[in-house]
């Protein structure tokens, strides 16, 4: 089970009240900036900042890769490109290039 939208729309992080990255097949909250992962255990999500684990480079490269392939959600309302951009020099080039492209103007998408 996935945690519900609406809570999505206001986790952030407790250290840097910023934005996290939710992957819901790992059952984890992910903030990039600090290289922090939250546990979500039994769908409720672990966010007391002595709880959140410090990740390793290549767990982090590991987690910006599975939200580049579609795997995240990230928190607060951000799109994904948003969420993900200021970290793509984490990554290989080979990877950014899923980087989800901005929606055209008038596309017809809403910002729900």
Do not use: F
């Given at each position: ?36 992962l ?19 480079d ?12 579609g795997r ?33 103007a ?7």
């Amino acid at each position: 089970m996935s945690l519900d939208p609406l809570l999505l729309d206001l986790l952030a992080c407790p250290i840097d009240k910023q934005a996290l990255l939710y992957l819901a097949d790992d059952g984890v909250l992910y903030n990039p900036r600090l290289r922090r992962l939250y546990q979500v255990r039994d769908d409720i999500p672990v966010m007391l900042a002595d709880q959140g684990e410090t990740v390793a480079d290549d767990r982090h490269r590991d987690l910006l890769g599975r939200a580049l392939a579609g795997r995240a959600r990230p928190t607060l309302q951000l799109t994904l490109r948003d969420a993900l951009q200021p970290h793509l020099a984490d990554l290989p080039h080979d990877l950014r290039h899923n980087l989800p492209r901005p929606a055209e103007a008038g596309s017809g998408e809403d910002a729900a």
